[in-house]
């Protein structure tokens, strides 16, 4: 069979709970296992609906302009062609089953083609099967991959950590005894360097969305400074638990469990295509910020 999809490095994935449930072109002796056919992944590189309401001009010709911020997706679809390989009949159906094991749980589709790894979250919503029997081969399957986030994600991200410049300990001192005020007096080690700033880049073609993730302690709270002006203030106490500010979901959670009331400002950014942000960190403390973005593709 000719296939486009063998003459170059590739591989699909899928994962459900952090755990690899079967790959796609596992290797190219093409004896057993999982193979994308010619008919290739549909879904996948395309845009998906956009979901726009145009306003008809009621005097002159077509619609009102539409505004960037009005731009926006539906839902994305990928339809995934395959054929499954097996030495015996068991083995056959043993690795088409795999897949079944999706059933009523997150998932998340990974694909590595033409110098790209980027992955989808979704759920599985349908499996198709027409080819004619055969004991060791099935070579005209389908898998439909409902991913109601559309954007295409790098799998390897983007991070920088940043340290605050002051730990925040020491000030007025009396002694062990209290006998009087201790000279000089200290507010705690101070950074020279820039520990406290980084920057997240986007190679992608859509608007990405940071995740910050804060490991304690900071006594006082997290105040993340943006370059263009913003800031995320959360005014709570970080300790063993870390504390995530995702700015996709505009939200502080801390063990699962939303700290939102919290935040005092909520400038919650994101890193524009083909851009930059710059973040930088004002709190004294002990702990650090984990910066991660990926590169995002619509």
Not at 34 to 44: A, D, I
Not at 67 to 80: H, K, Q
Not at 127 to 143: I, Q
Not at 195 to 211: C, D, F, H, I, M
Request: with cysteine.
């Amino acid at each position: 069979m000719s296939d486009l999809w063998t003459m170059y490095p590739h591989f699909g994935e899928l994962y459900a709970g952090g755990t690899l449930i079967c790959r796609f072109n596992p290797d190219d002796s093409r004896s057993r296992g999982l193979y994308v056919t010619s008919n290739g992944v549909e879904g996948w590189d395309t845009m998906p609906d956009a979901k726009v309401e145009l306003t008809e001009r009621g005097q002159g010709d077509g619609a009102h302009d539409v505004p960037e911020s009005d731009l926006i997706y539906s839902a994305r679809t990928v339809t995934v062609h395959y054929e499954a390989i097996g030495l015996s009949r068991g083995e056959l159906l043993s690795i088409m089953r795999k897949i079944n094991r999706l059933a009523h749980r997150n998932a998340r589709l990974r694909f590595s083609d033409g110098g790209e790894d980027t992955y989808v979250d979704g759920y599985l919503a349908q499996m198709g099967r027409s080819s004619a029997w055969h004991p060791t081969l099935e070579n005209d399957l389908t898998l439909h991959f409902v991913c109601p986030r559309p954007e295409r994600l790098s799998w390897t991200p983007h991070r920088c950590q940043l340290k605050p410049t002051s730990d925040g300990r020491g000030g007025l001192f009396y002694g062990g005894a209290r006998a009087g005020l201790v000279y000089p007096l200290t507010y705690g080690r101070q950074a020279t360097d820039s520990r406290n700033v980084g920057t997240l880049l986007n190679n992608g073609s859509s608007r990405a969305y940071p995740v910050f993730t804060v490991y304690g302690g900071f006594d006082s709270g997290v105040i993340l400074q943006f370059s263009g002006g913003s800031s995320i203030r959360w005014t709570g106490s970080v300790g063993g638990t870390p504390l995530v500010l995702d700015c996709r979901l505009g939200t502080a959670t801390m063990g699962g469990r939303d700290v939102s009331r919290y935040l005092m400002s909520r400038g919650f950014p994101t890193v524009q295509s083909g851009g930059s942000l710059s973040v930088s960190l004002h709190s004294a403390g002990t702990g650090y910020v984990d910066c991660l973005v990926r590169d995002t593709w619509m």
